[in-house]
């Protein structure tokens, strides 16, 4: 396997074990490329596009549309342009970055993440141009990515709402999943709203799933998919955490006439990628262990998860994105690094341990972190006391320090964390 997506890979590589470890996580950003995900899973022969396994017949429909949200969605709208160009009469779509050799016929936005604002707001605009041009007679293929929860935004109030609503959650300890079940019911477009504002057209959904062991309805905060929660449901969640009276609720799309016409199809997971990164550890020589859940616990009980597996010739895998409770005056640093900073504790002399963000950032221009033996040994090293980084949540201080920070750059796949231990024999 050659080094690909993790720029600091010879840096790190300072052993076999620490080498396997990133060669696996090599194994995970190579099977999320977006270009390969499309060239995959997606042909067209003659009038039938072949989705994953699944056909469907072009010819009965007048006009075809293409939109799409979330981080990586441009790459994807383009890619997908590439085989429907000739067929497509409009193609909008709204990423945190747009490609330099998108062509003029996309219609392509920038928008804002995590927080919203006014430009999400504005390409939103044109998105549901969309849906008021598509008729009974129409066909929309709609890419949905993980972060179009905050890039697609219908209205200034919305985006308000978000923002305060994220704001809030990440000082409460909330989880990913109580998060967008509020997001859906505070949006136009979440929770099915999209399928209701397409509707009466022909709707193919597109999943780019960052959502891990859990219903792709959660991805974007399911635009396209019938929502199964309630205004209650929500309403329970904000009294939860004594936010009751700071949100205006509305109730989501439950006529099922709206989702008749949708069929939504995942093209990439987090327990896709996984298993791309397990079959890498078997070719290495170790025994891969995935873990039957995903994490979305506090990192303690996460890492109990993780190294009550443990055993000599081992990798243990994971998906998930680890809860944390963020200080007011918190430091830089994401949830993954985070996780590597605590795992220290638990490190056996000849662990491994990595976790990583799938888009190469977490919360920061930094994907993650590798730590072993050699980590604490540079951390006594050079006398640092942990136990301020970790009430601050202040990771890249301590890992650019070890030189542990793993490097990737910005990349355009979003499946959620991974986490893995490798203990060698």
């Not at 006439?257 to 069929?263: A, D, G, M, R, S």
């Not at 199809?265 to 891969?288: F, P, T, W």
């Not at 136990?387 to 890992?399: C, K």
């Amino acid at each position: 396997m050659r080094p690909n997506r993790i720029i600091n890979y010879e840096k790190l590589a300072t052993d076999k074990p620490r080498r396997d470890a990133l060669e696996i996580l090599e194994a995970g950003y190579d099977a999320v490329l977006t270009e390969r995900v499309i060239q995959e899973n997606i042909s067209v022969t003659g009038d039938v596009i072949n989705i994953r396994g699944r056909t469907f017949d072009m010819r009965p429909f007048k006009n075809v549309y293409l939109v799409g949200f979330g981080k990586g969605a441009c790459s994807a709208t383009y890619e997908l342009y590439k085989i429907l160009s000739t067929r497509l009469k409009k193609t909008v779509v709204i990423d945190r970055t747009i490609l330099t050799t998108c062509p003029s016929a996309i219609e392509a936005f920038v928008g804002t993440h995590p927080m919203p604002s006014d430009a999400n707001v504005e390409a939103t605009k044109v998105v549901m141009g969309v849906a008021e041009e598509a008729g009974e007679d129409d066909l929309v293929f709609v890419i949905v990515a993980g972060g179009g929860s905050s890039l697609l935004c219908s209205s200034s109030a919305e985006c308000d709402q978000n923002i305060k609503l994220f704001e809030d959650f990440e000082h409460v300890g909330a989880t990913i999943r109580e998060l967008n079940t509020v997001r859906k019911h505070i949006a136009d477009l979440k929770g099915g709203g999209l399928a209701e504002a397409l509707y009466p057209a022909t709707v193919i959904g597109l999943v780019f799933s960052d959502i891990v062991g859990g219903n792709p309805e959660e991805v974007a905060s399911g635009p396209t998919y019938p929502d199964t929660s309630t205004n209650a449901d929500a309403q329970e969640i904000l009294k939860r955490y004594k936010l009751e009276d700071k949100f205006v609720l509305r109730e989501t799309p439950k006529d099922p006439k709206y989702f008749e016409k949708v069929t939504n199809i995942v093209l990439i997971s987090n327990e896709d990628s996984i298993q791309k990164m397990a079959d890498a550890a078997r070719s290495l020589g170790y025994e891969a262990l995935i873990l039957d859940k995903p994490l979305y616990e506090f990192p303690g009980p996460a890492l109990a998860k993780i190294f009550g597996q443990s055993a000599a010739g081992r990798v243990v895998l994971a998906g998930g994105e680890v809860q944390l409770q963020i200080p007011e005056d918190h430091g830089t640093g994401g949830r993954c690094q985070f996780l590597a900073m605590e795992a220290l504790r638990a490190l056996g002399p000849d662990d491994v341990f990595v976790a990583a963000a799938s888009d190469g950032s977490d919360n920061s221009d930094e994907a993650g972190a590798i730590v072993d033996g050699g980590t604490i040994q540079r951390i006594e090293e050079k006398k640092i006391d942990l136990a301020p980084y970790r009430a601050r949540l202040d990771t890249i201080p301590v890992f650019e320090a070890t030189g542990d920070e793993i490097l990737t750059g910005r990349l355009d796949a979003n499946v959620s964390d991974w986490y893995f231990l490798l203990t060698p024999r």
